[in-house]
């Protein structure tokens, strides 16, 4: 009687212990669709977690053909374009929690695999420090957001310090919005048509160390160049650690590439020859250090490598750091060093130059809120807008639906719209006025 009893439960057992398939990469997807999630709440499909917690999954198995006869970016694009894999479109909100059977779950992760490949995806922001977990071991890992060609922003939560795997094959991306705190970011913003990537200090914060491994790569397309313009911003820290600096491997390309190093004590190159590798045809490499100190180089775990030397280069130093540029160690290996005044001539001609006219846009009204020392950007018409600072770095971007608010710091500031380029001075008593 034990026995058939105990003979009884071993289907309920098997079923409760079947481990998920996120994933099946093998032959080609088939019309049987493997459900994955535990509930659905308004759009969004959960599992559940620990104690009061679920995570964002996928309706279904992802299933990705891999076909030897195939070039990748076929088998990619068979993934993208199958019925069975479409799951997430449009605009979406992940919110803090959701509701299943009158209990309350905190959203706690997203499934490594949960949007990639998510056709009709245009826009993801979450609303709370969510966890990205992601198993490097397993060679099927694709990573967050792999393979979405429609998706344009991604805003994340500013509390997030980790970005791991995020971002890569998303080809029509066009706005990224960095947690403040973040602190590392691995393998990830790889493969976009991305230009320019600017990691910006929020609240005054500033890390003792930011960590960035094989990341920023320009989307690499058979028999094409690279894009014309490319430039990443570093943000504000004692050390930036740099390891696998990316690399455009042997394409030709008349692609012009800009660093600019906010001002920092050390950097580390680690498996890379900062800021660049194995970089070919390259037209011209510019250098923007911010630091009034040459930052300390230590250079670690280097290996030979075909390598476009620092003598190719130009180094734009604040004007009156030159001198101690020159003697530095490292940074005297740059073929020339400039002053800082003549890249920011030359970046204030390029934002003041000639627009385009567009009548459907409208010339934003600057203002400014005296007692709290904001600029107010409004606009009667959706506007994109950028605030930049003389420096040629974007300060704030995004589209003014009606107002606006940028706080800024006394100084001089332009405003930049599809139809117009106007430069402002805030002063120490918070009074505008316009150049």
């Not at 003979?7 to 057992?13: A, D, E, K, V």
């Not at 929690?97 to 056709?119: C, G, I, L, M, T």
């Not at 042997?250 to 498996?271: F, G, T, W």
């Amino acid at each position: 009687m034990i026995i058939n009893l105990l003979l009884s439960l071993i289907p309920l057992i098997s079923t409760e212990s079947k481990e998920k398939c996120y994933i099946y990469l093998y032959g080609t997807p088939g019309e049987t669709i493997e459900d994955v999630y535990d509930f659905e709440y308004r759009g969004l499909y959960y599992e559940f977690a620990g104690e009061g917690e679920v995570n964002l999954v996928r309706k279904s198995t992802l299933k990705v053909p891999m076909a030897m006869e195939c070039l990748y970016e076929e088998i990619l694009d068979i993934a993208y374009n199958s019925e069975i894999n479409r799951c997430y479109t449009g605009d979406i909100v992940v919110p803090d929690s959701v509701e299943f059977e009158d209990k309350k779950y905190r959203v706690a992760s997203v499934n490594q695999h949960a949007f990639s490949f998510s056709k009709g995806l245009r826009s993801v922001v979450f609303n709370s420090n969510v966890d990205f977990p992601i198993d490097h071991y397993d060679y099927s890992t694709f990573g967050h957001f792999y393979m979405c060609k429609d998706l344009q922003k991604v805003v994340y939560h500013d509390s997030l310090t980790v970005l791991d795997s995020h971002l890569g094959y998303c080809s029509n991306l066009q706005e990224i919005h960095y947690p403040s705190k973040l602190t590392s970011i691995t393998s990830s913003f790889n493969d976009t048509e991305l230009t320019e990537f600017v990691l910006s200090n929020q609240d005054g914060y500033k890390p003792s160390r930011f960590y960035i491994r094989n990341s920023f790569r320009p989307l690499y397309k058979r028999n094409a160049q690279l894009p014309e313009f490319h430039k990443i911003t570093y943000p504000k820290c004692d050390t930036l650690h740099l390891r696998y600096s990316y690399s455009y491997y042997d394409i030709n390309s008349e692609s012009e590439e800009y660093v600019v190093i906010r001002p920092c004590k050390h950097i580390i190159l680690d498996l890379c020859d900062f800021p660049f590798y194995r970089m070919v045809g390259i037209k011209s490499i510019r250098v923007i250090s911010q630091a009034e100190t040459p930052p300390e180089i230590l250079l670690i775990n280097q290996i030979d490598r075909e390598t476009v030397y620092r003598d190719n280069a130009v180094l734009y130093v604040p004007d009156e750091a030159m001198e101690a540029y020159r003697e530095a160690y490292y940074w005297r290996d740059f073929g020339e060093i400039r002053p800082m005044s003549e890249y920011l001539r030359e970046e204030n001609a390029a934002i003041e130059g000639p627009v385009c006219e567009t009548a459907e846009m409208s010339e934003p009204q600057v203002s400014l809120r005296s007692d709290r020392g904001e600029l107010h950007i409004a606009a009667s018409t959706p506007t994109e807008v950028t605030v930049w600072s003389l420096q040629g770095l974007p300060l704030w971007r995004g589209t003014v639906m009606d107002e606006a608010a940028v706080t800024l710091p006394a100084g001089v500031y332009i405003v930049t719209t599809p139809t117009s380029s106007r430069k402002y001075s805030l002063k120490f008593k918070h009074t505008l006025s316009m150049r």
